[in-house]
């Protein structure tokens, strides 16, 4: 099934009602709004997801500006949640490429991507629900995070965005220090570092969170401490090497093990 629009739409997948399409096709609308007389050629698709739970719906689209491709991804709990999801995301990424480049300005520049935050209704991700397995059960597996580079909090927070995330590990720019951005549990977005951080300032986007531990802490105490509470995830410095980590529970019941580059 496709819609007839500006931008290419293929909905791949069965059980797009006549209603939700015609309401996919004013989502779409939004995109094409914007895009006006740039030069580009958006194209999206939406599909059933594999994600155990309330059978998610899944939507990526793309688009080339500037001679850039940019992606967006999102899920959702039904068609038009997730093309809502997926436009204003592309739409995030394409202000960052386009607009900036208009404006003469860096592509991260803090002015840009404020304005395209304030203007766009940011949604968490679905959280389906995680395999829970008894606490002695549960393995750690290590994995290297998203952010290779150092990065202002605004430009993390698209990254997050992009990659459909509820977290982000990454090292601040300002500071140099281990911190993450992540969806707080009343749906807006926070900003956790080490206790004294400069970075309590950075208020505008934001909830400023310094971490709850006054001191780092063992690898096995961060489990410990996640083995009697269930966080979704633990924000924490690593006394080991002295480098911000995050310790979460994974949707197969395991432990996954968030460190620096």
Known sequence: MSLTTAVEVDLSAAGVSHVEADMIRDRVALLERYIGRRRMSPRLSLRRGHIRGSQPWVADAVATAESRTVSAHATGRDPVEAVDRVVERLILQLRRVVDAD???????????????????????????????????????????????????????????????????????????????????????????????SVLADENDIVVPEPSRYDAPLRLLAAREEMDIVNHRFLYFVDAADGRGKVLYLRHDGDYGLVEPA
């Open 102 to 196: 208009e404006n003469g300005l860096p592509r991260a520049d803090v002015n840009v991507l404020s304005r395209a935050f304030q203007e766009l209704k940011l949604v968490p991700p679905h959280r389906p629900e995680a395999d829970l397995k008894p606490p002695s059960e549960r393995n750690i597996v290590r994995r290297r995070t998203y952010a290779d580079l150092p990065l202002p909090t605004l430009s993390a927070i698209a990254d997050m965005l992009d990659a459909d995330l509820e977290f982000l590990l990454f090292v601040h720019a300002r500071t140099s220090e281990d911190v993450v951005v992540h969806w707080r549990d009343d749906g807006a977005l926070g900003l956790l570092f080490p206790p004294g």
